[in-house]
């Protein structure tokens, strides 16, 4: 005998779609607009609110003096779901939140959640108390995961089967891509190895939340601009070819008023010939992330002035302002050509800047406690860089052929 469902049943599969079919169906029929940019984003335009949701728990912010029509929200939803007002927001999502409204201050951060993943694998003793001693830096300097630490026995692979591997990796990329960009490249290469994971990658994983717990109060901060301008500063970088597959490591890290909104660490998907060409395909997957910025801050009427891309490398800075055809640039494919795109028209500029200045090289390589401790601290502060002075002025022309340069630059 079959039964058919007359709801669905928390747990199944569906169960997520058809409760966000529910909510938006609803949301839409009191008068929210789903936004097209961002789907978790509805606005009620004539009561002047805006509504976060993420599967059952929300955020929703009134205009100013308009906090009668949040407690009409709430009031819908409570007649409609049922549901729990927390007031105004000390944890979401297994962070920490602190805003202070008068100095326009809000900070982001995850304690609990690092002490929870101590604990979680088993890296403090046995009451809980004391934690694993901290790191430095995610990785230990120099260090290469590859292949060759694979298991190659059946007592290492019976013992490696054991190990919550994938269960740590997936914990440490929430982390990565939520609050902790400088994370983001050790938790990269760690995942590579999920389906073959070895001793080392393990103890790998584990130094990861080790330096967790060396740099737990670490935290986003987000002030509010001293003026109305709205700037989007930008920094990619890559990380030119790796040895096992050939493929180059980029990152990239957007600040929005000074505040950093987005970044990845990511193996780009095609072999670079050269430096510049990894570093000018970085440039242009930093630039239709910033389009996607755009378009949101569009959707809320506001808009952006002219955004800028700072890069380390002369060649990709070149490439970017001049269409000519050369041997270093032919074979570059049209879908990374985005950032000329938007340099032609107007909308974007790309900038070099030092190595030794640019904030998304601890999103493309391991370094050194020396390098990766000032260079953190830069990414999670503002470093709002006089633009002007790293940017190419319209009409220089730069040899693209010669790529020494540029190689020693990245």
């Not at 694998?121 to 995961?145: H, W, Y």
């Not at 490249?185 to 070895?198: L, P, S, T, W």
């Not at 890069?311 to 000329?340: C, F, P, W």
């Amino acid at each position: 005998m079959v039964w058919m469902l007359l709801k669905a049943l928390y747990g199944l599969k569906e169960a997520p779609r058809a409760w966000h079919v529910t909510l938006v169906d609803y949301l839409r029929s009191i008068g929210f607009t789903q936004s097209s940019v961002e789907p978790c984003i509805f606005t009620h335009d004539e009561r002047g609110l805006w509504v976060v949701v993420v599967m059952d728990d929300m955020l929703y912010s009134p205009a100013v003096g308009r906090e009668a029509d949040a407690e009409w929200f709430k009031q819908q939803l409570h007649g409609k779901f049922g549901i729990k007002d927390l007031g105004h927001p000390e944890r979401f999502l297994g962070m920490k939140v602190t805003y202070d409204k008068e100095e326009g201050i809000l900070a982001l951060s995850q304690e609990k959640y690092v002490q929870k993943l101590i604990q979680r694998f088993n890296m403090s003793d046995r009451n809980g108390e004391i934690p694993c001693q901290g790191a430095k830096t995610p990785f230990p300097s120099g260090v290469k995961l590859s292949k060759t630490m694979e298991p190659t026995t059946k007592e290492q692979h019976d013992h490696m089967s054991k190990v919550p591997y994938r269960e740590a990796v997936g914990s440490l990329l929430y982390s990565a891509v939520t609050l902790r960009p400088d994370i983001a490249y050790a938790v990269k290469e760690c995942a590579m190895y999920c389906n073959c994971a070895g001793k080392r990658h393990w103890e790998a994983v584990k130094h990861i939340i080790r330096y967790l717990r060396e740099t737990a109060t670490r935290a986003l901060t987000f002030r509010r601009p001293a003026d109305k301008s709205v700037k989007i500063l930008a920094y990619a970088d890559s990380s030119h070819a790796d040895l096992e597959n050939g493929r180059s490591t980029g990152g990239y890290v957007i600040y929005l008023c000074g505040n950093p909104v987005a970044w990845r660490c990511k193996n780009q998907p095609i072999v670079a010939a050269s430096t510049t060409e990894a570093e000018y395909i970085e440039a242009s997957e930093c630039a239709r992330e910033i389009v996607h910025i755009q378009q949101l801050l569009q959707a809320f009427g506001t808009k952006s002035e002219r955004t800028t891309i700072l890069v380390d490398n002369r060649g990709a800075q070149s490439v970017s302002y001049n269409a000519e055809m050369s041997d270093r640039t032919k074979a570059i494919r049209v879908r990374y050509h985005l950032v000329r795109e938007k340099v032609e028209a107007g909308e974007v500029e790309v900038g070099w800047i030092p190595s030794a200045e640019n904030v998304a090289d601890v999103l493309t390589k391991n370094l050194p406690a020396g390098k990766h401790t000032p260079v953190t601290e830069k990414l999670f502060s503002n470093p709002s860089h006089a633009t002007q002075d790293f940017l190419l002025p319209r009409g220089t022309r730069m040899d693209v052929e010669s790529d020494e340069e540029s190689d020693m630059d990245a």
